[in-house]
């Protein structure tokens, strides 16, 4: 009993995983919209290093983390079609 009900979290969870990576996807999008919109609101490239890291440092890390939950689904999804075939 307690294996079939492992076995549908699983399920659930390899569906979950495509949208992971959509949601990823936007939410770096929208951390580069408001990174950018902030760089260009303090200047620029006046506002130095300092500026940059402020407003760009997490748009960066959301790009990949995207990145890489991106290809790790696409991993275990080619993986699951050749051991089922």
Do not use: N
């Not at 549908?8 to 408001?34: H, P, S």
């Amino acid at each position: 009993m307690r294996e079939q009900q492992d076995r549908l979290i699983l399920i659930e969870l390899k569906d979950l995983r495509g949208a992971l990576v959509v949601i990823t996807g936007f939410i770096a999008l929208l951390c580069w919209w408001i990174g950018l919109s902030g760089y260009i609101k303090v200047g620029g490239f006046i506002s130095g290093g300092s500026g940059f890291l402020t407003f760009l440092l997490v748009p960066i890390l959301a790009t990949v983390a995207t990145y890489l939950v991106g290809r790790r689904h696409i991993r275990r999804s080619s993986l699951g079609r050749h051991r089922s075939g």
